[in-house]
């Protein structure tokens, strides 16, 4: 396939970001669809925090059985330290889907499936619950002046995806494909960019049930005419799917590597993964 043109030195950057664990108490809970929730917390504590990308992720600190609020451990060199007569909390990682500042609130999105920690906290977390948050460590930050933007993902992906399209400018061309379980879990995206958007459903099937080179997800974007011009792949789902997704757009669709991220939302048949692909 012949290459793409990408004249454009666009620069990609990471930065890093002072690392605070903080207690924070549930403001509100509400659906945004049947299997989605999304909770607010908030406080002084929020007081510094800073998410500087669509896709940073934050590490969650759930209160054990009974305890109303989770005991936090202390940062160090080597990773979280816990007080000698505490558990270590159970901890997932989720993205800061909205920080209001001046309000000192901060929106994450949960995907209520299975019944792990973050999924059983979550369904029954009402306002005056408390949950521990720690970081972002650092931001992975991608100008917004590409000449498009493909943002592809699973439901585990919306949280970024709104974000992103919520944070980019007027007249930003973005080519959005998720895949969710039916049309209930489709949501309506806030942006001012000019937005393609593409809704898979795949069912009662779970995610990860299909072979990864025949996925819903990989057939849509290797079906894809890119726009013309220098363009942006983000991908995020189960672990399998974004490695081929990301040797698709790479080796056979001609994007640089540097121009595609692939990350692992979620393994199927593993716990708290988190995964970023650029090989």
């Known amino acids: 396939m012949t290459q793409l043109s990408q004249t454009a030195e666009r620069t990609v950057r990471r930065v890093r970001h002072d690392t605070k664990l903080r207690l924070l108490e549930v403001k509100s809970a509400g659906r945004i669809t049947p299997k989605m929730l999304r909770i607010t917390v908030g406080g002084d504590e929020l007081a510094g925090f800073v998410s500087a990308a669509h896709d940073d992720h934050m590490k969650l600190f759930f209160p054990q059985p009974g305890q109303a609020k989770p005991v936090l451990p202390t940062s160090s060199p080597n990773g979280p330290v816990y007080p000698a007569d505490a558990p270590k909390l159970a901890a997932r990682d989720y993205t800061p889907r909205r920080y209001d500042a001046a309000a000192r609130t901060l929106a994450i999105d949960f995907v209520l499936h299975g019944d792990g920690p973050a999924t059983s906290w979550a369904a029954q977390a009402r306002p005056g619950d408390f949950?521990?948050?720690?970081?972002?460590?650092?931001?992975?930050?991608?100008?917004?002046?590409?000449?498009?933007?493909?943002?592809?993902?699973?439901?585990?992906?919306?949280?970024?995806?709104?974000?992103?399209?919520?944070?980019?400018?007027?007249?930003?061309?973005?080519?959005?494909?998720?895949?969710?379980?039916?049309?209930?879990?489709?949501?309506?995206?806030?942006?001012?960019?000019?937005?393609?958007?593409?809704?898979?459903?795949?069912?009662?099937?779970?995610?990860?049930?299909?072979?990864?080179?025949?996925?819903?997800?990989?057939?849509?974007?290797?079906?894809?005419?890119?726009?013309?011009?220098?363009?942006?792949?983000?991908?995020?789902?189960?672990?399998?799917?974004?490695?081929?997704?990301?040797?698709?757009?790479?080796?056979?669709?001609?994007?640089?590597?540097?121009?595609?991220?692939?990350?692992?939302y979620w393994k199927h048949g593993a716990v708290a993964v988190h995964e970023t692909y650029d090989d």
């Open 131 to 264: 949950l521990g948050v720690g970081g972002p460590r650092g931001s992975f930050i991608v100008p917004d002046d590409f000449d498009w933007y493909l943002l592809a993902g699973d439901e585990t992906a919306l949280p970024a995806i709104g974000r992103r399209l919520e944070e980019l400018p007027r007249g930003a061309r973005t080519v959005v494909i998720v895949e969710v379980p039916d049309a209930g879990e489709e949501q309506r995206f806030d942006t001012r960019s000019r937005l393609d958007v593409q809704w898979l459903h795949r069912g009662d099937a779970a995610a990860s049930e299909k072979s990864r080179s025949q996925s819903l997800l990989h057939d849509a974007v290797a079906g894809l005419s890119f726009p013309p011009g220098d363009g942006y792949a983000w991908v995020a789902a189960e672990a399998a799917t974004a490695k081929a997704l990301r040797r698709h757009l790479v080796d056979e669709r001609g994007l640089r590597k540097d121009r595609v991220k692939a990350a692992a």
